[in-house]
């Protein structure tokens, strides 16, 4: 069985920092792309960024210059660093990989196949 983990995030104040964590088990996806979408209330999921499995990566122009996404092939992980929180980035983060051996990255959700239950990120003003 696939499963996505996220772990991390929390609470912090504008400016500050997080780091949040995906952690896959149940198959490999060291050939596919892997993302983070974020979803706030009353708002439809949005894409964050993504990184093929080779390292391209594609930002959301938001976050662009703050956001870093990085992957450890080998233990099947997949990490991003938010630097310079702001309110509007308070959402629930969610991790999402695609199919085996689609390894372009995409900014459509519909393009991820699997995804983990969400973590929640709070950015106070």
């Known amino acids: 069985q696939v499963q996505l983990v996220e772990s991390g995030g929390g609470s912090v104040q504008a400016g500050g920092s997080l780091r949040v964590s995906c952690s896959a088990s149940g198959r490999t996806f060291s050939n596919s792309a892997m993302g983070w979408f974020r979803q706030a209330p009353g708002k439809e999921r949005e894409f964050v960024v993504a990184i093929s499995w080779s390292g391209n990566t594609q930002y959301a122009d938001s976050v662009k210059g703050r956001f870093t996404i990085s992957r450890d092939n080998n233990k099947n992980t997949m990490s991003l660093q938010m630097n310079s929180l702001k309110p509007e980035d308070t959402a629930v983060y969610y991790c999402?990989?695609?199919?085996?051996?689609?390894?372009?990255?995409?900014?459509?959700?519909?393009?991820?196949?699997?995804w983990g239950q969400g973590t929640q990120v709070t950015v106070s003003s």
């Open positions: 999402a990989a695609r199919f085996p051996g689609y390894s372009l990255v995409t900014v459509r959700p519909d393009g991820y196949a699997y």
